[in-house]
């Protein structure tokens, strides 16, 4: 049986003074799952999302959708 490590990937766009996360959108199909982390802190936790949530989630960035906290 083959595992599947994450292979993490940070955004081009993520040159804005590091606030930015890295994902891992191999594990999307074979788990349905999208690790997200700090691409600061490598070692740290990772978050995961399923996979359809997050391709929402990007669609609606992407469609400038979210809204802004007060």
């Known amino acids: ?3 599947e490590t994450p292979r993490w ?3 081009s766009y993520s040159d804005n003074g ?3 996360v890295s994902v891992a959108t191999n594990l999307a199909g074979p788990r349905g799952l999208v690790p997200v982390r700090d691409s600061k802190n490598p070692d740290g936790p990772v978050l995961g999302f399923g996979a359809a949530a997050f391709a929402s989630f ?3 960035v992407k469609a400038d959708r979210l809204g802004t906290a007060d």
Do not use: D, H, I, W
């Open 1 to 3: 049986m083959t595992t």
């Open 9 to 11: 990937f940070t955004s």
């Open 18 to 20: 590091g606030a930015c």
């Open 58 to 60: 990007v669609a609606s």
